[in-house]
Antibody, heavy 122, light 111 residues
Framework: QVQLQESGPGLVKPSQTLSLTCTVSGGSISSGTYYWNWIRQPAGKGLEWIGR???????NYNPSLKSRVTVSVDTSKNQFSLKLSSVTAADTAVYYCARTGRITGDRPFDYWGQGTLVTVSS | QSVLTQPPSVSGAPGQRVTISCTGSSSNIGAGYDVHWYQQLPGTAPRLLMY???NRPSGVPDRFSGSKFGTSASLAITGLQAEDEADYYCQSYDPSLSGYVFGTGTKVTVL
């Protein structure tokens, strides 16, 4: 059973960089058949896809966040990470990591982390 | 800003049938990309409820069914139960937006 777990600071100051890590257990992140994703959800609002990475390092980002987002992978630790720069209060949200298949572009998010709340405040 | 449009809320009495619509466009659902549905109970992560328009993952009751037609999709819940009270999101893919897109979300209330 694959499990994903987010970790990182719960409080980030405005204009700083938000950094989160997702640790994958129960399966290898290098299996080659999955994308590894970040998704966020502001309180009381809907889901927003942030970006994804393949184990080769290839990435795709939501155009609305692309200028501020970097997703990276560390296969030796079975982890992938998110960095979001120049944060504002609008970036306050629960951040989820999740897995999708890559046979075709439209695979579902089949495994999710439990989510971690990141608050942007001074 | 969500690309797929859902009704904000639907409600029904226990045992009734409710449906949730998900309206997209020619660049996502209408382009032939599959639609998936998620159930999110309060305070928890979304859970995959329906994939590839009409398929239920193991463990999802057959009270849930999905369909897709043109630029839209629909999730139906028959025999509504109190435990179905949750937020529901549709999701697809849109290459013009470089990736995945979600619906606006629908809150299902059991009266």
């Amino acid at each position: 059973q694959v499990q994903l777990q987010e970790s990182g600071p719960g409080l980030v100051k405005p204009s700083q960089t938000l950094s989160l890590t997702c640790t994958v257990s129960g399966g290898s992140i290098s299996s080659g058949t999955y994308y590894w994703n970040w998704i966020r959800q502001p309180a009381g609002k809907g889901l927003e896809w942030i970006g994804r990475i393949y184990t080769s390092g290839s990435t795709n980002y939501n155009p609305s966040l692309k200028s501020r987002v970097t997703v990276s992978v560390d296969t030796s630790k079975n982890q992938f990470s998110l960095k979001l720069s120049s944060v504002t209060a609008a970036d306050t949200a629960v951040y989820y990591c999740a897995r999708t298949g890559r046979i075709t572009g439209d695979r579902p998010f089949d495994y999710w982390g439990q989510g971690t709340l990141v608050t942007v405040s001074s | 800003q969500s690309v797929l449009t859902q009704p904000p809320s639907v409600s029904g009495a226990p045992g009734q049938r409710v449906t949730i619509s998900c309206t997209g466009s020619s660049s996502n659902i209408g382009a032939g990309y599959d639609v998936h549905w998620y159930q999110q109970l309060p305070g928890t992560a979304p859970r995959l409820l329906m994939y590839d328009n009409t398929n239920r993952p193991s463990g999802v009751p057959d009270r849930f069914s999905g369909s897709k037609f043109g630029t839209s999709a629909s999730l139906a819940i028959t025999g509504l139960q109190a435990e179905d009270e949750a937020d529901y999101y549709c999701q697809s893919y849109d290459p013009s937006l470089s990736g995945y897109v979600f619906g606006t979300g629908t809150k299902v209330t059991v009266l």
